[in-house]
């Protein structure tokens, strides 16, 4: 009578045994799934946000004519930060193309890609891809297209993202 005894309690606490391991199991994976998707997501949104501010101070940068000179200084120069900012108040589009106002050039930048290389709270470093498009008035050719590659350095400035640096990749 006591085996019976015993076959019949084994089911009965191993019900509630078996249920309660079972609920504590599906909690931790709830809790493991769930939990680590709210950095990696503040991450990704702050990544978001400096690849965006970059390829909107790039395109800027890169995009200029002889008729547009002031309204660039004005636009543009919200956008940049230390050295190039100050380059680019003296220098204007010469920063982008040397000869630019001379030649009274047309160019326009437009960004294709972006991707973080390395991003803390306050720095980051961006690769670049962009599609220039260059007219010179005076050869009356066609537009130049030329895809050019660079490293962004942006700073966090008051809460906004700023291009700092803009350097070719690679030898050149």
């Known amino acids: ?16 045994i078996l249920t ?4 504590v199991l599906i909690a931790i994976a709830v809790v493991g799934f ?5 950095p990696g997501q503040a991450d990704e949104d702050a990544r978001r946000q ?11 940068l890169m995009t200029f004519g002889p008729d547009s000179l002031t309204a660039q200084q004005r636009t543009v120069g919200t956008k940049l930060t230390g050295r190039l900012l100050l380059e680019f108040r003296s220098q204007g589009p010469g920063v982008v193309l040397p000869t630019a106002v001379e030649s009274k050039v047309v160019m326009t930048g437009r960004v294709l890609a972006t991707a973080v290389n390395r991003m803390n709270e306050d720095a980051a470093r961006v690769l670049v891809f ?22 962004a350095d942006m700073r966090k400035v008051n809460g906004n993202w700023l291009l700092a640096g803009l350097q070719q990749v690679g030898p050149g």
């Open 50 to 60: 400096v690849q965006l501010a970059t390829a909107d101070a790039v395109g800027s």
């Open 130 to 151: 962009v599609n220039q498009s260059i007219v010179l008035p005076a050869a009356r050719a066609e537009p130049e297209v030329v895809a050019v590659t660079r490293w």
């Open 34 to 38: 769930v939990g680590p998707a709210t």
């Open 1 to 16: 009578m006591s085996a019976t005894r015993q076959n019949l309690t084994r089911p009965a606490v191993a019900g509630p």
């Open 20 to 23: 309660v391991v079972l609920v």
